[in-house]
């Protein structure tokens, strides 16, 4: 089993950048894809981005995609979101979690242990 904590979110007006990071249980950290999906009040679960066991290949969502950057570093056992010029519309909760396959897929059924979230807020 994985544990999966996520930080980093926060207050931002629009413009500003968060990093979330999401650190991970357990020594097998390495061996998960991961994903980072958000939920908006009212909406269902989106998702952003996702990252294969050794960083070299990312997937992004259309509406995030040049603003948005996952990485990993797998000696912390962490997978981080760097999000940049957010809008009012990125305002979610934000939740990593290990993705069952890969290539991923971008539904939340893909995904086996998931984090509490992390609250961003993009202010107009």
């Known amino acids: 089993q994985v544990q999966l904590v996520e930080s980093g979110g926060g207050l931002v007006q629009a413009g500003g950048s968060l990093r979330l990071s999401c650190a991970a249980s357990?020594?097998?950290?390495?061996?998960?894809?991961m994903g980072w999906f958000r939920q908006a009040p009212g909406k269902e679960r989106e998702f952003v981005a996702a990252?294969?066991?050794?960083?070299?290949?990312?997937y992004y969502a259309d509406s995030v995609k040049g603003r948005f950057t996952i990485s990993r570093d797998n000696a912390k056992n962490t997978v981080y979101l760097q999000a940049n010029s957010l809008q009012p519309e990125d305002t979610a909760v934000y939740s990593c979690?290990?993705?069952?396959?890969?290539?991923?897929?971008?539904?939340?059924?893909?995904?086996?242990?998931w984090g509490q979230g992390t609250q961003v807020t993009v202010s107009s």
């Open positions: 990252i294969n066991q050794n960083g070299g290949t990312t």
């Open positions: 979690a290990t993705a069952r396959t890969w290539p991923v897929v971008r539904t939340p059924g893909g995904y086996a242990y």
């Open positions: 357990g020594r097998t950290f390495s061996a998960y894809a």
